[in-house]
């Protein structure tokens, strides 16, 4: 883990973007290492639609540490779990999950302050450095922020609000900041000018390309629920056509999978 731990620092490095694929399963990750990913991340909401749970702190715990042991288990990269806002605000309970996590394989972490206050998230973020420090892990922690997310600053304050919660967080124990909703490059570049660590966008389907994104000093770019709505939107597409004649057709011509047995195989 320590090896891991510190590679993933340093693919925050540069000069190139750390262009991070999304898991949620055990599956999904082996292919992605498999593809030629650099390292594995997972999404908190496509990790809780898989497990029947909707977005937004209300997976169980259990199921998180279980889904990140399985994504660590079938990689041999470093793997870094999107934790929400660490499903409690309780310092000692939001220790307790670091402590699991980082005992699952996780050399990383994402930590939302969504809707909280954001010295209640600073303080988080302090507990969970000190948590994963006692472990001997220098897990990295990715504080997100939802200014432009969720309009939670309007206009032109959004920047000088996002950049004022960066620098709490990044005091705070925080080793980057992710960013999600902007695409505009002028607004991603002020960004990226003015955070003093790495910064995270979430790609969307107005996103620069990750050379772009490079260019304006982003270091980190990740797929979110990209992949899981693409593989569950061929689903989507597939079922009714099954449903209605009972023949393979519906499914024929969607990309061949490898052999998972052999993927998987311990």
């Given at each position: 883990?320590?090896?891991?731990?510190?590679?993933?620092?340093?693919?925050?490095?540069?000069?190139?973007?750390?262009?991070?694929?999304?898991?949620?399963?055990?599956?999904?990750?082996?292919?992605?290492?498999?593809?030629?990913?650099?390292?594995?991340?997972?999404?908190?909401?496509?990790?809780?639609?898989?497990?029947?749970?909707?977005?937004?702190?209300?997976?169980?715990?259990?199921?998180?540490?279980?889904?990140?042991?399985?994504?660590?288990?079938?990689?041999?990269?470093?793997?870094?779990?999107?934790i929400e806002?660490?499903?409690?605000?309780?310092?000692?309970?939001?220790?307790?999950?670091?402590?699991?996590?980082?005992?699952?394989?996780a050399v990383?972490?994402?930590?939302?302050?969504?809707?909280?206050?954001?010295?209640?998230?600073?303080?988080?973020?302090?507990?969970?450095?000190?948590?994963?420090?006692?472990?001997?892990?220098?897990?990295?922690?990715?504080?997100?922020?939802?200014?432009?997310?969720?309009?939670?600053?309007?206009?032109?304050?959004?920047?000088?609000?996002?950049?004022?919660?960066?620098?709490?967080?990044?005091?705070?124990?925080?080793?980057?900041?992710?960013?999600?909703?902007?695409?505009?490059?002028?607004?991603?570049?002020?960004?990226?000018?003015?955070?003093?660590?790495?910064?995270?966008?979430?790609?969307?389907?107005?996103?620069?390309?990750?050379?772009?994104?490079?260019?304006?000093?982003?270091?980190?770019?990740?797929?979110?629920?990209?992949?899981?709505?693409?593989?569950?939107?061929?689903?989507?597409?597939?079922?009714?056509?099954?449903?209605?004649?009972?023949?393979?057709?519906?499914?024929a011509g969607?990309?061949?999978?490898?052999?998972?047995?052999?993927?998987?195989?311990?």
């Open positions: 883990m320590t090896d891991h731990a510190a590679a993933f620092h340093a693919l925050h490095a540069g000069p190139e973007v750390l262009i991070l694929p999304n898991a949620w399963d055990a599956a999904s990750a082996a292919l992605m290492a498999a593809a030629g990913a650099k390292a594995v991340a997972t999404s908190s909401a496509a990790v809780a639609w898989a497990q029947g749970y909707p977005d937004g702190d209300a997976l169980p715990v259990s199921r998180l540490i279980a889904a990140t042991r399985d994504v660590v288990r079938v990689t041999n990269l470093p793997v870094t779990a999107d806002g660490g499903y409690t605000d309780d310092l000692a309970t939001l220790a307790e999950t670091i402590r699991q996590v980082v005992g699952a394989g990383g972490i994402n930590l939302e302050d969504g809707l909280r206050d954001p010295d209640l998230h600073a303080r988080k973020i302090a507990a969970a450095r000190a948590a994963s420090d006692a472990e001997g892990v220098a897990l990295y922690i990715n504080a997100r922020t939802d200014i432009y997310l969720r309009d939670l600053a309007q206009g032109e304050a959004a920047l000088p609000e996002t950049l004022r919660r960066a620098a709490l967080y990044l005091e705070a124990g925080a080793s980057g900041i992710f960013t999600p909703g902007p695409a505009d490059e002028a607004v991603i570049g002020a960004l990226a000018d003015g955070i003093k660590a790495p910064l995270n966008i979430m790609l969307r389907s107005t996103t620069p390309a990750a050379q772009r994104l490079a260019a304006l000093g982003v270091r980190r770019l990740s797929s979110a629920t990209a992949p899981f709505r693409a593989a569950y939107g061929a689903l989507v597409e597939a079922l009714p056509g099954y449903l209605e004649t009972g023949t393979f057709r519906s499914f969607r990309g061949e999978l490898p052999d998972f047995d052999k993927l998987l195989k311990i």
